[in-house]
């Protein structure tokens, strides 16, 4: 399992939906998602977990960009 969440406030408020999951080069992994406004929720950031296989992504670093392209800060 593999938890992805966002941890920037101006995505309070948001779903996190993984659209794809790609090996950019060796040591990185890019996670593109889509954000989209949830009603009632505004105080949580956004989280989802991924099922992916035991150790395809040990040691990896995570970069996570929305489905425009735009850098999501993770923490």
Partial sequence: ML??????SKYKGYSLIPKKLQVV??????????????AGNEQQFP???M???????????FVVVT???ENVKLN
């Fill in 47 to 49: 989280r989802r977990f």
């Fill in 3 to 8: 938890l992805v969440q966002i941890n920037d």
């Fill in 67 to 69: 489905e425009n392209g």
């Fill in 25 to 38: 080069n060796e040591g990185t992994v890019q996670i593109v998602v889509a954000l989209e406004k949830e």
């Fill in 51 to 61: 099922e992916v296989e035991k150790n395809v992504l040990a040691n990896k670093k």
